[in-house]
């Protein structure tokens, strides 16, 4: 099922973004993350929108589509989205790279574990500015995984992870 509708660009901080209109966000198969594709001003596009902790959604619009797009904030795009069946991997960051290479057991359920949960550890590990706070996340998630324990417990997956664009789980309102 193909979503379509009209939203304008915003800016949090330093990020682009396009918050997805309540009635288009009710249509997809979750509150929490949902890996779409799909079309933004006719550029073809695979990626997460990412929940904004009030029960809508939004997506990240990285250098390469903004180029694509040819729109910045202020602008109105048209997209057509539908929720895909099989994620992308996410991009597993350097740190947590390193750490899984340091444990066989932790990599090899890592390798057998899907890529929904993969985000799942992922968007918890960067939830947090906090060079401390990573550091121990990355110290849990290596101990849960050579625990065999390979699901992060406890994670509220309808609230807003990104540290840049939220505040205590809730998108931030855009800057214009």
Do not use: Y
């Not at 997805?20 to 890996?35: F, V, Y």
């Not at 899984?100 to 939830?127: G, M």
């Amino acid at each position: 099922m193909t979503i379509h509708f009209k939203s304008k660009l915003s800016r949090i901080n330093s990020q682009i973004i396009v918050h997805l209109p309540k009635q288009a966000s009710e249509k997809l198969p979750s509150r929490g993350m949902a890996m779409v594709k799909g079309t933004i001003n006719g550029f073809r596009f695979e990626a997460p929108l990412e929940p904004d902790g009030k029960g809508s959604h939004w997506l990240r619009i990285d250098k390469k589509m903004h180029e694509a797009i040819e729109a910045d904030a202020g602008d109105t795009v048209t997209l057509a989205i539908e929720p895909v069946k099989e994620w992308s991997e996410p991009e597993i960051p350097a740190d947590l790279k390193k750490a899984l290479a340091t444990s066989p057991e932790a990599q090899t359920l890592w390798k057998n574990i899907t890529p929904i949960v993969h985000w799942d550890w992922v968007r918890w590990l960067r939830s947090t500015k906090n060079p401390e706070t990573r550091r121990k996340r990355i110290e849990t998630t290596l101990s849960m995984l050579k625990a065999g324990k390979g699901r992060r417990c406890c994670f509220n997956r309808s609230m807003c992870t990104e540290p840049d664009v939220s505040n205590k789980g809730i998108l931030l309102e855009p800057t214009q």
